[in-house]
């Protein structure tokens, strides 16, 4: 009797468990569909969508196991309505080996981290140089420093990008096709802002968007927690956890609001349009679905395998972008192990 009162009691517990996960992932995935202030927990969870995705695999595996159908049906139907947000992480396939062979328009968009800071000049260069191997013709940079040692880089670009584009601080777009016009987005309170400029591709005028938003504030937190650390003021962890998490929130915030400013901007253009950027949050949040609005997601089109941008082996998220209008077509979409940075440059070639 006491050995069927436990096993009754833990199968109990593991019911629980799967309609406590399926029931967050299920919210997770609309946490996007909400703006962030006042819904902060809810916007939270599409940040741990991947955590509870894991957790429904293996509850699901679990009824299996006991041959418990109906339990297992609900870890089931959860994981399928977690297909579609799976596919922003991961696409089955690969580049086909005439992709590069079609003719269209090849962007790239790469946070450089300001080149490093090198002194020489080496590592601007060198970016150069892949940009032509990659035979890109639009380059959005993010984190742009115009000094490498003692050259200009605009200079230095111009020979094989000879239309440049330069908007707020650290923002730059480098074309081999005419710049017709261009218009910074400056953001309120912060040094991140976004740009655009219409791109004349030869008789065909598109408007490509150069987007940096806000980032987390975590990392500027736990500088200061260290800080006072070796100062030798105690921080307790509640302290700090909460610290985080306002750090966290204030960067969702300001992220959604400057995504809005930018989506408004890209819903007035009366051209087709390319959006490239850092924009610091991952797919299904809502930043993510404001920009995207009724673009293409370009990986989702014609990417393959697992994407993640940011090169922390720690954290193998997506958060640089590359979207675009219907009226395009993409053709090929991936990133390139380029060390001069943390993050890893995008590039997709487009069907005008």
């Known amino acids: 009797m006491g050995k069927l009162a436990v096993y009754k009691y833990f199968t109990f517990l593991f019911l629980i468990a799967t309609f406590f ?38 509850l699901l595996i679990y009824w299996l196991v006991r041959k418990r159908w109906l339990w297992a049906a609900v870890p ?9 947000y799976c596919g922003t992480l991961y696409q089955f396939g690969s580049q086909g080996e005439d992709t590069d062979s079609k003719s269209g328009i090849k962007v790239c968009s790469y946070n450089v981290a300001l080149f490093g800071r090198e002194t020489t000049g080496f590592i601007a260069q060198d970016i150069l140089a892949e940009m032509k191997r990659q035979e890109v013709e639009v380059l959005c940079i993010q984190e742009y420093n115009e000094m490498s040692g003692d050259r200009q880089n605009s200079e230095s670009y111009k020979d094989y990008f000879p239309y440049m584009a330069q908007g707020r601080g650290d923002m730059v777009i480098f074309s081999r096709f005419p710049i017709k016009q261009s218009k910074n987005i400056a953001f309120e309170m912060t040094n991140n802002s976004a740009m655009w400029a219409d791109i004349d591709t030869g008789g065909k005028i598109i408007r490509v968007f150069n987007v940096h938003l806000q980032t987390t504030g975590i990392n500027s937190t ?3 927690a260290a800080k006072l650390g070796v100062q030798g003021i105690n921080i307790e962890n509640n302290r700090l956890l909460k610290a985080i998490y306002g750090a966290y929130a204030q960067g969702m915030i300001i992220r959604a609001k400057q995504a809005e400013v930018v989506a408004n901007e890209i819903r007035t253009a009366n051209r087709p349009v390319i959006v490239c950027g850092d924009f610091n949050d991952v797919p299904y949040s809502y930043v993510y679905n404001t920009m995207l609005g009724d673009l293409k997601d370009g990986f989702r089109e014609c990417g393959s395998n697992w994407m993640y941008t940011l090169r922390d082996g720690r954290k193998r998220v997506r958060i640089d972008y590359i979207f675009h209008s219907s009226q395009l077509k993409g053709i090929s979409y991936y990133k390139y192990d380029l060390t001069y940075s943390d993050h890893y440059p995008i590039f997709m070639k487009l069907e005008i």
């Open 21 to 58: 996960f399926a029931g967050f992932t299920i919210f997770g995935l609309f946490g996007g569909d909400v703006t962030p202030v006042g819904n902060t927990a809810r916007a939270m969870l599409v940040y741990i969508l991947p955590l509870l995705i894991i957790c429904d695999v293996l």
């Open 76 to 84: 089931l139907i959860t994981l399928m309505c977690c297909i579609p």
């Open 222 to 224: 736990l500088h200061g």
